[in-house]
Every structure is written in structure tokens, then in C-alpha cells.
């Protein structure tokens, strides 16, 4: 047996945790804003998505999580059909396409249209580098045992809860029930893209942190542009005048 694959997860491992999980000790200026709002990596909100992320990075290290990988893949996967016809390629962009429907509906959100743009693209950018990234060293670990036309992570998911995220952040402070509702919509595509044989489970886990992560990390990496330029992260002014605040999390 060759050591070279577990010098490989570990490196894939040691990628993860420096990505997400902030080191211990006094936080950065970045990680705390001026009401005193603990809005970076420090913030216990990262911690489910980066678990989720590196649950599935885990498994060529893990052998229970191929096990369980087999066992729905044998109960819920249904193989047969083409890409184009899996309703899931268009259910993806839903949470994040309700954003924008919701600027076009005149609702208060907190940022407006332009930087709704920029944050999608930014979170956009975060998921596909890090996913290209992720996709490339898994395909040449066995490990990882990918079935025929799946890979690592889903990208379906990736995207799926990356708008979900998107879409919670903008409503929380308005409607913190509904913010919530761009995530019934991923675990329908989750769902989907194991039924159709597409994704193995802990392929849609990991897709499924990986897009928050990014979403949380493109709301970050503007917060702390912001207060680079002297302005307060999370602040806008809408029409009427009343300025709104929102906090990262």
C-alpha cells in the first residue's frame, strides 16, 4: 500500500481547515466589526458547512462514509435519462433567482440590486474555484471512489445552497421564517441529483458546505472591504432615508 493517497487526503485536509476555521487566539480586526459583532470565522455559523464540506473530504480516510455512500446509492438511485431532462439543472438557480425577484418586487432586502450582483458573482467565484480545485485532487485518489459521471463535490448542490444562503442572508433581518425558505429547494435538488444517479451522498454534503461557505465568505470578504474604506459593514440606506443594518452570520 502506498502512502502517497494519505499524503494527498492530508494535504486535501490541511487545504479545508485553513480555509474555513480561523485559528485560536485574540481575532483579527477583519472578524470584528465596530458594534463589537463577531461577523468572520470566529462566528459558530461557519461550523455545520465546513463539518459538511469535511465530512465528505474525509472519506478516503473514513471507510464508514463510502459504506454509507453504497448503501443509498443501491436504495434511492435511479439510473437512466440525460443531464437536460433532470429538472434539477434549472432548480438550482431558484434561491438565488428569488433575490432578484424580490428586487423586482420592490421588497426591502438587506443590500440592493447592484450589490446583490456582486455578492452572487463573488460567492459565484468562491465556489467554482474551490470546487475546480476539489474536483481535480479527487479524481485522482481512489479513495474518493467515484462512480461513472459523478465527481467531487456536486455542483448542482454547490450552487443550489450557495443562492439558498444568498437569499437568507438578504431576509433574515425582514422575515427570519421565509429566509429560510431557499433550502427546502436545495435538499430537493440534493435529492435529485442522488436519485438520478448523478452525485453520491457525501458528494451532495460536501457540494452543500461548499456553498454556504462561499456565499458566507463573499459577504466577509465585503464586509471587511467596507470597513477598509471607512464605511460600516452591512450598512444601506434605502430610499425613505431610515439607514438598515445587518450583521454577517
Request: hydrophobic content about 40%; charged content about 20%.
Amino acid at each position: 500500500m502506498t502512502l502517497f493517497p494519505l499524503f494527498r487526503t492530508g494535504l486535501l485536509s490541511l487545504w479545508l481547515s485553513g480555509s474555513v476555521v480561523a485559528l485560536p487566539g485574540r481575532p483579527s480586526s477583519d472578524s470584528v466589526p465596530r458594534d463589537g459583532h463577531r461577523t468572520g470565522l470566529h462566528h459558530p455559523g461557519w461550523v455545520l458547512p465546513a463539518a459538511a464540506l469535511g465530512y465528505g473530504c474525509l472519506k478516503p480516510a473514513v471507510a464508514g462514509i463510502g459504506r454509507l455512500d453504497d448503501r443509498l446509492w443501491d436504495r434511492v438511485t435511479v439510473t437512466g435519462g440525460t443531464e437536460g431532462r433532470h429538472p434539477e439543472t434549472v432548480l438550482q438557480w431558484a434561491p438565488s433567482a428569488a433575490v432578484y425577484g424580490l428586487d423586482a418586487m420592490g421588497v426591502g432586502m438587506r443590500h440592493r440590486f447592484r450589490e446583490h450582483l456582486l455578492l452572487d458573482a463573488g460567492s459565484v467565484v468562491i465556489a467554482g474555484g474551490a470546487g475546480w480545485v476539489l474536483r481535480r485532487l479527487s479524481a485522482g485518489m481512489p479513495g474518493f471512489r467515484l462512480r461513472d459521471g459523478t465527481e467531487f463535490p456536486s455542483g448542482h448542490t454547490t450552487n443550489a445552497f450557495r443562492g439558498a444562503e444568498l437569499l437568507r442572508q438578504e431576509l433574515r433581518s425582514r422575515s427570519p421564517v421565509m429566509s429560510w425558505a431557499g433550502y427546502g429547494m436545495t435538499l430537493l435538488v440534493a435529492g435529485l441529483r442522488m436519485r438520478h444517479g448523478q452525485h453520491q451522498f457525501s458528494e451532495v454534503v460536501a457540494g452543500a458546505g461548499l456553498g454556504v461557505l462561499s456565499t458566507k465568505a463573499a459577504y466577509l470578504l465585503k464586509s471587511g472591504l467596507e470597513r477598509r474604506h471607512g464605511r460600516t459593514p452591512g450598512r444601506r440606506t434605502p430610499a425613505g432615508g431610515h439607514p438598515s443594518t445587518g450583521r454577517d452570520r
